[in-house]
């Protein structure tokens, strides 16, 4: 009943102004609410809207599809602008200086807030309760009676401050009311030019409040805003609910018009009724055009707001930045809804709502910089040039399900399961249908791509196109091959060359065997030498000389030999030119060792034979010729002079 009250309130001072203060309040475009009568509230109709609102769509989901109060449901209903500036400007972490200077009224301090009773006793209203036995009528004219007593009745600074009140009171506690007792003070900074203030487009913002408010909990059960507009949307396109009656037909604003049934029953009971009239609603009877019959006639501001019919864009309250995603309703302005992308919270910029620009001095208008562009543009038109609206609806199931579903007989029924999986298989055969048609095109533009290729460069050339992008695609696949096969040749030829190292290491094992036996023949043979040194008489020497020659042919082949081996060590690269090298090497050193064993046998038996000549004849030996000079690395041991 506080709403109701609020109402009671403001009204009861605006019929105490004088005449001049009544029209400075019609020139703010305020002055269509107050023709508007007092409407019992319907808690239970609100409540049961609200649990129908997706805060991330801004809209509400119902079983038929997305619905969204618009900008011509503003100006129809209650008679507001919703054109002009965006309601933006400056929020403050606290009012105290501006509200004492604007209101002449005490805000505590580092506070938004000023007491209601406060604002209430600054107009008249020292005893706001109602009398027993008192009409609602005999109500109201007592209040304006006593408010009057307080209210400047002549133009001067007492009636601008009069006006500030009132004003504080009227948005505060009636347009844009909020939970709890006190008295927001954030439109203060724009009412301290009151002649500046009807050019805001104040039915935009209180737009936004309602999209706001219908975005808080579901348990939340008390109202608050102006209450009226959302009941007459739900009886303009829910007629079907049976929730209001149609007392005065014909007057404008359209809120005017309707009256708010009573309904004795618990509150409980209305609210499940109503979940399970709005689950079982007939689509037929959903109204989407309730003002197609409707004229312009006494509504003047109608002509200046229809350039913002029809288009989605930001609205504005100040630190309140929400988007009108009409585009989800095509229905609702004549045309077909097509499949849209359904918005999500993370791809708008919005406050969150326990922030309402407390904590610093912010400018709106520069911090909302883009969406206030948006604003002076008029948003963007909503199009469709789709025929039917079945696969907009297959993709709402499909987001949706049964969720769009409240009440206690259709949370247990499968019908939105069903109709959520017939919506996937649905979206899967079309997926699947997609792609076999994607690659028949792709098929079909390779045949022409091979058709093109067989009939000559020359011609795609002189056709003056440029490669298509399979084109593109099949010379990048040629170029892969390529590289794979240079790969594999690369990979082969590394694996034969490892074979060739592995037989290039054996060959070198066997070639330092044959340089160890060398080594072992030229120590003996250097042994046989210092022997003969001994032994031997002076006439043998020329025997010595020819030993001495062959011995040092053996060291060079020897050192020849472990150069080879050192030269093979170190370069795998050139294996196989050290491979031929080795095997040529290696039979010649196969041949030598073989006529070196010969010739040693030969060498023996010559040495028997002399030695047994020398026994005959009795010689003793000879002169010992000096021995040669040493030469390093010969292997020569005894001598000397």
Known sequence: MRARVSWTLVLAVFLAFPPF?????????????????????????????????????????????????????????????????????????????????????????????????????????????????????????????????????????????????????????????????????????????????????????????????????????STSGFYPFLQVWAYLHLPALGRGDLTRPGLVPIARRWGSRRDTRHLADQLERLQEAIDSYPYLEVVWQPYLGEGDEGQPWLAHARPYFGRSVWLHVLNLVLPLNLFLTQRSLGLRQSVVEFPVRDRFHRPGRSFRGLHDTTDWRERAREQIENWERKGKAVRSDVTTDDAYLQAYALKYGGNVYKSARHQVDVTGVIASLRALLHSAVLDREAAQRQTAELRSKLERVRGAGAGGASSSRSAGGSPSLLEARLAGAVLRAKEAQRHLEEQGERDRFRGEAQATRSERDQLRIWAEAVEAQIAEMTREMATLRVQRPPGDQEEVTRLRAELLAQQTLARSLQQIVTDIGRSRSRSRSGASVSRATGASIGQYLAGSSSRRRNEEEERRRQGEGSTHDGRGGGEMLPPPDRREGSGESGGGQ
Not at 94 to 111: N, T
Not at 168 to 197: I, K, M, N, Q, Y
Request: hydrophobic share 40%; proline share 4%.
């Open 21 to 221: 203060q009544r029209e400075r309040v019609e020139e703010m475009g305020f002055g269509e609410i107050f023709r508007i009568e007092r409407m019992r509230v319907d808690p239970a109709l609100t409540q049961a809207l609200r649990s129908r609102w997706d805060a991330e769509a801004s809209a509400f989901a119902f079983p038929w599809g997305h619905m969204i109060p618009c900008m011509e449901d503003v100006s129809r209903i209650t008679g507001l602008r919703v054109y002009g500036r965006a309601v933006s400007g400056y929020t403050y972490p606290c009012y105290h200086e501006l509200a004492e200077h604007l209101l002449d009224l005490p805000v505590e301090h580092r506070s938004s807030l000023v007491p209601r009773v406060a604002l209430q006793e600054s107009l008249g209203f020292y005893e706001a309760g109602k009398n027993a036995g008192e009409s609602e009528d005999e109500y109201l004219e007592r209040l304006a009676r006593v408010s009057q007593r307080e209210l400047a009745s002549e133009p001067g600074p007492q009636t601008d401050l009069d006006l500030r009140r009132f004003l504080v009171l009227f948005l505060g506690r009636l347009l844009f009311a909020t939970r709890g007792d006190a008295v927001h003070c954030r439109f203060l900074p724009l009412l301290e030019d009151l002649g500046e203030l009807g050019g805001y487009a104040w039915g935009a913002a209180f737009l936004a409040h309602h999209f706001d408010g219908l975005s808080a909990s579901e348990r939340q059960t």
